[in-house]
């Protein structure tokens, strides 16, 4: 990978990559190390990424494996020296969009950005299998097909997470969302 083709996969990626690290790790300083990791994986395994072929994926799966096998580490970890994970307080909130274009009232504005806090904290407690496809899926737009080989899973495995994560969600969310 020349420099050339690092700022372009840094300029067209860049911001899906990031929102992914950070979706992963919840914080923001392992989403800035794990963001790092992976173009510096991407610029050490160059040879293999084929960009004709949507790098983008190429790149989430990079991230994707650092972060589980960092997760892995951080567990090991803990069983032999008993360590805690401190998590930063609020870093959703700093990647919550702007409103839609409409003025909306005061209530209705809280009503809402309300209603995105709970759907976002509904998938952030869903387990791990089920949230990175969600979030593939449904903020990155990434296809079935490339959720699976990112994840190393069949178009079927994916596609039965997606629905099982809809259930648990809609399950999960239909009592709050009904009180609002």
């Known amino acids: 990978m020349n420099r050339e083709q690092l700022e372009q996969c840094i300029n067209e990626y860049g911001k899906d990559i990031y929102a992914f690290c950070s979706q992963m790790t919840r914080s923001i300083q392992e989403t800035e190390d794990l963001y790092q990791d992976t ?17 983008k994926s190429y790149l989430v799966s990079i991230a994707l494996r650092l972060w589980k096998n960092r997760k892995r ?14 998590v930063e307080e609020g870093t959703s909130e700093e990647t919550e969009n702007g409103r839609s274009g409409q003025e909306n009232p005061v209530e209705e504005g809280y009503l809402n950005k309300e209603r995105k806090k709970q759907v976002r904290d509904a998938v952030e407690r869903l387990d791990e299998k089920y949230r990175i496809p969600v979030y593939l899926y449904y903020t990155l737009q990434l296809p079935i097909a490339e959720i699976a080989d990112i994840m190393k899973l069949s178009n079927g495995a994916v596609k039965s997470r997606l629905h099982k994560a809809r259930n648990i969600l809609k399950q999960e969310l239909e009592v709050v969302l009904d009180e609002m």
């Open 39 to 55: 173009f510096l994986k991407a610029v050490e395994i160059s040879d293999k990424i084929d960009f004709e072929n949507n790098p």
């Open 73 to 86: 580490k951080y567990a090991w970890r803990a069983r032999i020296a008993g360590t805690k994970q401190l």
